[in-house]
């Protein structure tokens, strides 16, 4: 079956313009989870999502960062207002819930976002 | 809170070189343990994962075994290949919450 997806895979922008960035989870996973990767460092949680309820918003680093996840399926990440230091990979990964129980999540390839 | 320790690299070894890379955690509850591997140029992809005490995990020559007692779950392997270079991440999930927690990372170059 189909893995997550994200696009696009690379995105080059400039300082202060709006970017969008999607991911498609695994059909049937109901958490999903965005990242972010800096060069050299691990992974920073942004915010998770987990069927209907209040997405855990948690780490999102500013107010500029939004995301939402139509139907409990696609989820957009957006930024607003790019700076330099938002430059960086976004993962995605979604995961199967079962009787509350979190198992292994599965990554997408990522977006790798270029604010110059 | 919950979180996730392991090993700063870079790490370099010869080819068929034993390896370990430790990763030590903290939680409360009983979380699940995993290693992640993230191959140059592609994303993340588990490599095993622990989801109890004294579990093993094992996966294309890799293992690692879920220690409670020490709160650790090292990565290791008998005999690494060149195929093996990439970056690997430990992780936990813990039980009382939704969050995983990820290690910042160990990259691994294997030489010939």
């Known amino acids: 079956g189909a893995g997550v997806s994200q696009s696009p895979s690379n995105k080059v922008t400039e300082k202060g313009k709006d970017v969008e960035l999607r991911c498609d989870p695994i059909?049937?996973?109901?958490?999903l989870y965005w990242y972010r990767q800096s060069l050299g460092q691990g992974l920073e949680f942004l915010i998770y999502?987990?069927?209907?309820?209040?997405?855990?918003k948690s780490g999102l680093p500013s107010d500029r960062f939004s995301a939402e996840r139509t139907g409990g399926s696609v989820s957009t990440l957006t930024i607003q207002r790019t700076q330099q230091e938002d430059s960086a990979v976004y993962l995605c990964?979604?995961?199967?819930?079962?009787?509350?129980?979190?198992?292994?999540?599965?990554f997408g390839p990522g977006t790798r976002l270029t604010v110059l | 809170g919950d979180s996730v320790t392991q090993m700063e690299g870079p790490v370099t070894l010869s080819e068929e070189a034993f390896l370990t890379i430790n990763c030590t955690y903290t939680?409360?509850?009983?979380?699940?343990l995993f290693w992640y591997v993230q191959y140059p140029g592609e994303g993340l992809q588990l490599l095993l994962k622990?989801?109890?005490?004294?579990d093993k995990g094992s996966n294309k020559g890799f293992e690692a075994t879920y220690r409670k007692e020490t709160t650790s779950f090292h990565l290791e392997k008998g005999s690494v290949q060149v195929s093996d270079s990439a970056v690997y991440f430990c992780?936990?999930?813990?039980?009382?919450?939704?969050?995983?927690?990820f290690g910042t990372g160990t990259s691994l170059t294997v030489i010939p």
């Open positions: 990964a979604s995961s199967f819930v079962h009787l509350g129980a979190y198992n292994e999540q599965f």
């Open positions: 059909s049937g996973h109901t958490a």
């Open positions: 999502f987990q069927g209907n309820s209040a997405p855990d």
């Open positions: 939680a409360t509850g009983y979380p699940s």
């Open positions: 622990a989801t109890k005490a004294d």
């Open positions: 992780a936990l999930s813990s039980n009382t919450g939704n969050q995983f927690y």
